[in-house]
């Protein structure tokens, strides 16, 4: 695969948005590598941890957040969702689910429910190792301040406005992934 071709596809002119995603994506590749690297008992794929990361937000650009150079129509929450979409489309099956599942450490279908969020009901939670380590490498780096690395503790504190089964589930990432 490669995820460039895919990214000048959906993000074809050098633009506030792309040069976004871009530092976004790279920061979180560097990172989830970083891990891959540190911990081969893992047993990650360091590839697949490199293209999952630099496309885990590709549907963003359909999304409404201007504060990001977004201007799309789709709530932002969707953007997991619309990068699983076309990552199918192109053929992607496996890196498509890295989209969908890297929103907070996770959602579930309970908490779509409760929460009556803007996605089909359905558990959107990272399983394999490789999901885990992205959606993990993600939460240090947000969108809004991309000059910004977070510390576990940024993450943690940002984390418990959901609850404490994000908490949770990130420390024990932490555990095994530092």
Same mark, same amino acid.
């Given at each position: 695969?490669?995820?460039?071709?895919?990214?000048?596809?959906?993000?074809?002119?050098?633009?506030?948005?792309?040069?976004?995603?871009?530092?976004?994506?790279?920061?979180?590749?560097?990172?989830?590598?970083?891990?891959?690297?540190?911990?081969?008992? $893992?047993?990650?794929?360091?590839?697949?941890? %490199? *293209? #999952?990361?630099?496309? +885990?937000?590709?549907?963003?650009? @359909?999304?409404?957040?201007?504060?990001?150079?977004?201007?799309?129509?789709?709530?932002?929450?969707?953007?997991? $969702?619309?990068?699983?979409?076309?990552?199918? %489309? *192109? #053929?992607?099956?496996? +890196?498509?689910?890295?989209?969908? @599942?890297?929103?907070?450490?996770?959602?579930?279908?309970?908490?779509?429910?409760?929460?009556?969020?803007?996605?089909?009901?359905?558990?959107?939670?990272?399983?394999?190792?490789?999901?885990?380590?992205?959606?993990?490498?993600?939460?240090?780096?947000?969108?809004?301040?991309?000059?910004?690395?977070?510390?576990?503790?940024?993450?943690?504190?940002?984390?418990?406005?959901?609850?404490?089964?994000?908490?949770?589930?990130?420390?024990?990432?932490?555990?095994?992934?530092?």
């Amino acid at each position: 695969m490669d995820y460039q071709t895919i990214i000048d596809k959906y993000y074809p002119q050098d633009n506030a948005l792309r040069r976004l995603l871009l530092k976004h994506s790279r920061q979180v590749a560097q990172r989830a590598l970083q891990i891959g690297q540190r911990h081969p008992e $893992l047993g990650a794929d360091r590839r697949f941890l %490199e *293209e #999952g990361a630099m496309l +885990h937000d590709i549907g963003v650009f @359909r999304c409404h957040a201007p504060s990001i150079y977004c201007e799309g129509t789709e709530p932002y929450l969707r953007h997991g $969702l619309i990068g699983g979409q076309l990552l199918r %489309e *192109e #053929g992607y099956p496996d +890196h498509a689910r890295v989209c969908e @599942r890297h929103t907070g450490t996770g959602l579930t279908i309970e908490e779509i429910n409760e929460q009556h969020l803007p996605l089909p009901p359905a558990d959107y939670v990272p399983e394999t190792i490789e999901e885990q380590i992205i959606c993990y490498a993600d939460k240090f780096y947000s969108k809004s301040h991309p000059d910004r690395v977070s510390t576990v503790d940024d993450v943690i504190a940002s984390l418990m406005k959901f609850g404490s089964k994000g908490v949770e589930k990130f420390k024990k990432w932490s555990e095994t992934f530092e």
